[in-house]
């Protein structure tokens, strides 16, 4: 009897709820078509927890989390609470999510399936076909660097300062990240600094040269500097596979990437923490869109960023490869077919609700799994 993954839903506020439920009912499938089981539960974050706790994310929500296999969440914040107290905005639950669970590794795919290829603001035959993977440091660097903040010099003027900082751990720990994603995909690691101009950037890449050669060596490994590479994503992206960067350059490069594939939600995303004694690793999946508050409650928000997050669940926290294919198959077919959320429709396409897409989802399973 295979045992059973638990998994912590948080859907959270605005389309969060009805993107989630479609994961709900693939993940339902799964235990009556594919030999897994979920124990779901599931939790308030965000603004919905603030109405009921009067807190973004309670302790029990927080200790369920770190319990958990893995988490998943929709999306938090909206209209209704942009006047809370700034401690206890809804984006502070998520903020505690990724801090408390320690995670350090930012995962965002960019993939373009060929159907929407004409999404995309760049040509058919640069971006068709594109399955790229940023993973960007997500805890350390300029972001966090002492010392920083806005100084009062003697002359009268201000000095604004932040510091960009990396120690060897830091580096390795997320260069293995990507190693070992690269080793589930194509085999292919470009890591990304600006050696040329900064101490930091040097040493980022001599570690990740010498972490490489002691355990990675099977692994293709190149290296380029953060302008070159914002160039090589708009000009020929299909050079890369995995690329690995710090805080700051990850935060453009992987914006810069999700819009080659031209549309929110299908973007999927992962946080990772360290792996603990029982080879377990903390894990966070959302989308990478937000509640969406102009669309929330109309049943026609796209599921399909979270769909792809739970894809992305199933490869990299289960080890459930062929599962994750499966979905995203599954999807691919769906989308072939011309079925269309609002977002995404064209004039030739019909459109579809949001959970008329996940029906779409679950049938395109049945078929595939026969
Ligand atoms: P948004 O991503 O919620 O929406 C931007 C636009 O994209 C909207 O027009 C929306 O309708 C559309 N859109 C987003 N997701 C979609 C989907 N799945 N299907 C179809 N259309 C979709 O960004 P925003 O409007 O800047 O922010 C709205 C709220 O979400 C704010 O409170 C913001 O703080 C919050 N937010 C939360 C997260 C998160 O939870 N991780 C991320 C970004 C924004």
């Known amino acids: 009897m295979p045992s059973n993954k638990t998994l912590l839903l948080l859907p959270g506020d605005g389309i969060g709820p009805e993107v989630v439920a479609q994961v709900r ?89 060929p159907a929407l290829a004409d999404h995309s603001t760049l040509k058919r035959e640069v971006v068709e076909g594109l399955d790229i993977l940023i993973v960007r440091e997500l805890t350390g660097g300029v972001y966090f660097g002492e010392p920083r903040g806005i100084f009062n010099l003697p002359d009268g003027q201000r000095k604004g300062v932040n510091t960009q900082v990396y120690t060897t751990s830091e580096i390795h720990r997320v260069a293995a990240v990507a190693f070992d994603l690269a080793r589930k995909r194509s085999n292919k690691v470009c890591s990304v600094e600006k050696m040329n101009v900064m101490e930091s950037g040097r040493l980022w890449r001599e570690e990740v040269t010498k972490l490489h050669k002691e355990k990675f060596a099977d692994v293709e490994l190149s290296h380029m500097l953060a302008d070159n590479c914002a160039m090589q994503l708009v000009r020929y992206p299909k050079q890369f596979d995995v690329i690995v960067t710090d805080n700051l350059f990850g935060d453009m490069l992987s914006d810069e990437a999700a819009m080659l594939t031209g549309s929110l939600g299908m973007l999927p995303s992962a946080s990772l923490g360290a792996t603990d004694a029982t080879g377990k690793r903390k894990a966070l999946y959302e989308p990478v869109h937000g509640s969406a508050p102009d669309i929330a409650g109309k049943n026609v928000a796209n599921p399909i960023a979270t769909l792809l997050s739970f894809a992305m669940m199933l490869r990299y926290s289960f080890d459930m490869g062929d599962d994750a294919d499966l979905i995203e198959k599954a999807i691919r077919r769906v989308l072939d077919d011309g079925v269309r959320t609002g977002d995404i429709a064209s004039a030739e396409t019909a459109k579809v609700s949001t959970s008329g897409m996940g029906d779409h989802v679950l049938k395109a399973l049945d078929s595939l799994a026969r």
């Open 25 to 113: 009912r693939v993940a339902d499938w799964m235990a009556k078509n594919r030999a897994v089981g979920f124990d779901l539960k599931e939790g308030l974050v965000g603004g919905c927890s603030i109405d009921k706790n009067d807190s973004p994310l309670t302790d029990e929500t927080m200790a369920d989390a770190m319990e958990a296999d893995a988490v998943l969440l929709g999306a938090v914040g909206g209209p209704k609470w942009d006047a809370v107290d700034f401690a206890i905005r809804p984006e502070a639950g998520l903020l505690r999510l990724r801090k408390d669970m320690e995670l350090f590794a930012n995962l965002r795919p960019a993939i373009v399936f």
